[in-house]
């Protein structure tokens, strides 16, 4: 698990470094998404030399949106109980 975590972070370094204007999925803080808000999600953006240059769209049906609502309820939940 811990390669693959390294192998992302060098790819998303590469692209920076590169100015590579790559689409990745990156977590990044998002004021408001689908109602959601507050939260960091990881979203498809184009990250070059500025880091994220542009989120790009997604479509969700209903059930992926009461997901992801639980999801960032359940995380807002976490970033409550350690007094942030």
């Known amino acids: ?29 998002i004021e408001s998404f689908e109602g959601v808000s507050d939260v960091c999600l990881s979203l498809p953006a184009v990250v070059g030399r500025d880091g994220i240059r542009e989120v790009l769209p997604i479509v969700l049906d209903d059930t992926e949106r009461r997901q992801l609502a639980a999801s960032a309820a359940a995380l807002q939940g976490i970033i409550r109980q350690l007094g942030y």
């Open 1 to 29: 698990a811990l390669a693959a975590v390294a192998l992302s972070v060098a790819r998303i370094i590469e692209a920076i470094v590169d100015d590579e204007k790559s689409v990745l999925t990156v977590s990044s803080y």
